[in-house]
């Protein structure tokens, strides 16, 4: 969590040249500091309203140098830079967007009604900016009124990675109990799909049981995957082929991801399952077994485990990963068409998907021809 | 939102700044265009194309850095002296800039001839000088400290170079020489040409820089001369380690590095010719040596043995070439190794790599070959009694190149000790941990020791070397003397009551023999030691083990997946 270790607003004085007017905390940008650095703080024209975040001495500075000219300021202008300052370690770039906004309401209010060149109006400057730096190390928030028209709004906002693209055969699953939600934050599309996404229904089996257009679902659960509300898992049949990965030994050495799936995949009512069952069943998920040998192999560990949410559960922390079936047509004779979907890109599950027909269709059509090999990974 | 790293190709731009007595001078920049401030004005100044308004959409967009003018990026990369020798970074908007600003100590001196009739002038004085690398603001960490170490290289051999024989201050010169002929000229006949392509040809050191950044964006591979004596060599790890469009991070591929064993091997990446082609002229005879030694199937140590070379430099000089993309780190190829198909191959049918493949072995096609890794197969599997030597030996050199291509996957058998829980305490709530939690770690890394002779993963080889320190206690042979109850008892103290007591009631624990082994080799029942570990370790045959594990199979879970240190090599970005 970047801390704002300091807050400070710097300005050309006509006779003194670029200073610190006020920072809080006092004296915390050294003389020697702000030598360094003032000329990526008070700039050239070249440089003004743009967002610069320099590091020097252990520290980042970042600030948005802003230029009003008039002839009525000396030297025919106002040049200024409302800025933040925290270790050189941290990532500033959530505080960009906030820099920016307070550059630009210092202008608003400048060009208003002369707030920072009047000398008096410029004193408030200093316990808005005690007010500022406080709130937002301590909520991340900050609402302030400056005077009868103008009120600042401020809100840190985290940056994550873009998500992945959400395909029609991909299933949404919650991360947490769907419980926690509070529907009436998200929007329209949303709150119609929500009772949908119930960990196994796909996305275009959504889209047709919701009503919902196909990519109005992939857009929304592209946003639900953006805030990790949900992440994506594939199909489950059980004709399906699972293997463990290296991960699945965190269920032995973790007890927080032990007791976490002890609890997921245990069945309604029944007392939870035993730590070896579990281990035991995800370890018989092998190359080359479906879902229903498993089921006929380990009856008896299963007996207080739902397989469903066992392999769910297995995706979500990655403990297991799924074998897809690719068919590649490798001979073919001159006169007939390129293969389409046949050409080792296209899973199963994305051509019945697209096609409409289904797996033990597809199984038969592909099983008995020549010319093509299916590839599993 | 983090770029992917292996696009950072074409946002890059490298610009050499200097302070002195001169004031603060942009020396040379490239890409070197400069666009006008307005679009539609490209008719006059530094127009490049014949599609100004498309051309110039396009570099705005990729080289947003080139909207800077010569004079402020001047100003802003000629820092002030009390932050050389550091680390410099400034982020302007969308552009992050990245340089290692250097003091210059002492100005040269320039011996004014004696007989010189002209008043003495004092030679203009460099202060400082930074090499900056402009990239995208949002480029990874990792991408923006690897550009700052090369400007630290750079910046080294120039301030070397610099104190020898002034290179820098004579290269300096040159280029704001042409840069004053060529403004005189632009005031002269109003037709504005690009200074920096007028130095380029005459001076070595924009020739290096160009060259640097034109590596940067193309292999990630960087080697320069400067001033055709100081080699500066870098490579940029995210544009090397690259498999299928992801790229391997740096700080992973170093966790991997030092977690490699003895029993490992390395794997070539290219052919023996031509990397020794690659190599400088005067590179390590123990680099050479290994190169002409290795072989998929030899594991470290036999490498060590074969190329007369430590054991850790081994270690060392494969780091090296992992590290610069040359190599890569498998399990030594075996008949009893078990591959599968990798879940990140490609294996579509118009891929170049199905192309290769075809011309590299006739006759056969890529997606066939893969289709046969769909299940895991050992490499026995695919023996033939009927069929020619040359077809095996062909079907290894299939195996390699898909290795090498990173399109299989190599599968360990583990095994974790986890006993019933106990039937008649229904109140008893929390079970025992696992051993895993409990046995304390016994560091299995790697060693600094040698061990000698140990087994390849043939089983038909005859063991007779000692066991490493990191295997168990060496127990005297023969019965039940009363010293091998004891140790075993010892061994067996880590379990909990119940544990003991289920292991002991099983019939094969009524052997003795069975008995001690089994708790010699208690501490690798964690599910982190695959087979063949264990059986390096303690000097024991696949068949020893693997009816071991099936006498007290009641009691321990078996799985197969990837060794997950070297994981990494074929799955990036896990």
């Known amino acids: 969590e970047a801390n704002r270790e300091c807050i400070f607003f710097s300005e050309f004085h006509p006779t003194l040249g670029p200073k610190i007017t006020y920072q809080v905390p006092e004296e915390y940008i050294s003389r020697e500091l702000f030598d360094t650095v003032q000329v990526y703080i008070i700039t050239k024209p070249e440089l003004q309203n743009k967002l610069i975040t320099v590091t020097a001495m252990g520290k980042k500075l970042i600030g948005c140098p802003v230029c009003i000219e008039h002839k009525k300021y000396s030297r025919n202008a106002l040049l200024f830079n409302l800025g933040l300052v925290c270790d050189a370690q941290t990532n500033t770039c959530a505080l960009e967007p906030i820099v920016k906004k307070l550059s630009g309401y210092l202008t608003t209010l400048e060009l208003e009604s002369g707030f920072i060149s009047n000398e008096e109006s410029k004193q408030k400057l200093l316990p808005i900016l005690s007010t500022l730096l406080e709130e937002l190390n301590a909520t991340g928030a900050c609402t302030l009124p400056i005077d009868e028209s103008n009120t600042i709004h401020l809100k840190l906002i985290q940056l994550r990675k873009d998500p992945p693209i959400v395909q029609e055969y991909d299933v949404p699953v919650f991360t947490q109990c769907k419980d926690h939600f509070i529907k009436s934050q998200w929007d329209l599309t949303t709150q119609q799909i929500l009772p949908y996404i119930d960990g196994f229904r796909h996305i275009q089996k959504i889209s047709a049981e919701a009503d919902v257009e196909l990519n109005l679902v992939r857009i929304a659960v592209q946003n639900l995957l953006y805030y990790g509300v949900v992440t994506l898992v594939s199909i489950f049949q059980y004709s399906n082929v699972y293997c463990t990965t290296p991960k699945v030994q965190s269920l032995i050495d973790d007890k927080s991801v032990q007791d976490e799936c002890l609890n997921y995949v245990t069945k309604q009512g029944q007392k939870r399952a035993s730590l070896r069952d579990v281990f035991q069943l995800y370890c018989g998920l092998s190359p080359g077994t479906t879902v229903r040998d498993l089921c006929s192999r380990y009856s008896q560990q299963l007996q207080r485990v739902d397989e469903r949410r066992l392999i769910q559960f297995g995706l979500m922390k990655s403990l297991i990963r799924r074998l897809q079936k690719y068919p590649v047509k490798v001979i073919r004779d001159e006169r007939s068409r390129l293969p389409r979907l046949y050409t080792g890109c296209h899973s199963y599950d994305e051509i019945c998907c697209k096609t409409g027909i289904s797996y033990q269709e597809l199984d038969e059509r592909l099983e008995n021809d020549p010319n093509i090999v299916v590839c599993w990974k | 939102m983090i770029e992917n790293p292996c696009t950072v190709s074409h946002k890059t731009a490298v610009i050499l700044v200097t302070s002195g007595s001169r004031g603060n001078k942009l020396l040379f920049r490239y890409p070197f265009q400069r666009l006008a401030e307005c679009p539609s004005s490209l008719t006059g100044s530094y127009a490049v194309t014949s599609h100004p308004t498309l051309h ?444 003991r007591q289920v292991i002991l009631n099983i019939p094969a624990a009524q052997n003795p023999e069975d008995l001690r082994m089994f708790a010699r080799l208690l501490h690798y029942f964690r599910g982190h030691h695959h087979l063949e570990e264990i059986m390096y370790n303690e000097n024991m045959r696949r068949s020893q083990l693997k009816t071991l594990f099936d006498k007290f199979r009641s009691v321990l879970v078996v799985t197969s997946h990837e060794d997950p240190i070297i994981s990494i090599f074929q799955s990036p970005m896990e």
């Open chain 2, 56 to 499: 110039t959409f396009l570099i705005e967009a990729v080289l947003p850095s080139l909207r800077f003018s010569d004079i402020i990026l001047a100003t802003i990369l000629a820092t002030k002296s009390d932050i050389c020798g550091k680390k410099f970074e400034l982020k302007i908007d969308n552009v992050r800039f990245v340089g290692h600003p250097t003091l210059l100590q002492h100005p040269p001196i320039i011996q004014v001839s004696k007989t010189d009739p002209s008043p003495k002038r004092e030679m203009p004085t460099m202060i400082l000088f930074n090499v900056v690398f402009a990239l995208r603001a949002n480029a990874d960490p990792s991408v923006i400290s690897c550009m700052h170490n090369l400007s630290r290289r750079i910046a080294i051999a120039l301030q070397h170079e610099e104190r020898r024989c002034q290179y820098l201050t004579r290269e300096a010169k040159l280029m704001l020489a042409i840069q004053d002929e060529i403004t005189t000229m632009t005031e002269m006949d109003g037709s504005p040409q690009s200074p920096f392509r007028q130095i380029l040809p005459k001076c070595k050191l924009a020739r290096d820089l160009k060259e640097a950044y034109d590596s940067l964006c193309t292999t990630g591979v960087v080697r320069l001369h400067i001033n055709n004596w100081l080699e500066v060599s870098f490579c940029l790890p995210h544009k090397i380690h690259r498999i299928g469009g992801n790229y391997i991070p740096p700080e992973a591929l170093e966790r991997s590095l030092k977690a490699i064993r003895p029993y490992h091997a390395l794997l070539l990446l290219e052919s023996e010719k031509a990397l020794l082609g690659q190599l400088p002229l005067d590179c390590s005879p123990a680099m050479v040596r290994l190169i002409k030694t290795c072989s998929a199937v030899k594991n470290l140590q036999q490498l060590a043995q074969d190329a007369d070379l430590a054991l850790l430099q081994i270690f060392q000089i494969a780091a090296h070439l992992v590290y610069w993309g040359k190599a890569i780190i498998i399990y030594p190829l075996c008949e009893n190794n078990v591959y599968m198909l990798s879940p990140h191959a490609n294996i579509c049918l118009y891929s170049s790599l199905a192309e290769q493949f075809s011309q590299q072995f006739p006759g056969h096609d890529l997606p066939s070959m893969l289709a046969k890794f769909s299940l895991p197969v050992s490499l026995a599997e695919f023996r033939n009694p009927l069929e020619a030597p040359a077809q095996e030996a062909q079907l290894i050199q299939m195996v390699v190149w898909m290795l090498q291509r990173r399109l299989l996957i190599q599968l360990h058998t583990y095994v974790c000790l986890l006993v019933p829980p106990s039937e008649d305490e229904p109140g008893l709530r929390d079970e025992d941990p696992p051993l895993a939690a409990r046995v304390g770690g016994r560091s299995l890394s790697t060693p600094s020791a040698l061990s000698f002779g140990s087994p390849t993963s043939s089983d038909d080889m005859t063991l007779t070397s000692p066991s490493m320190d990191n295997s168990s206690a060496e127990l005297l042979p023969g019965g039940d003397s009363p010293l091998n109850k004891r140790m075993t008892e010892t061994l067996l103290a880590s379990l909990s009551e119940h544990e």
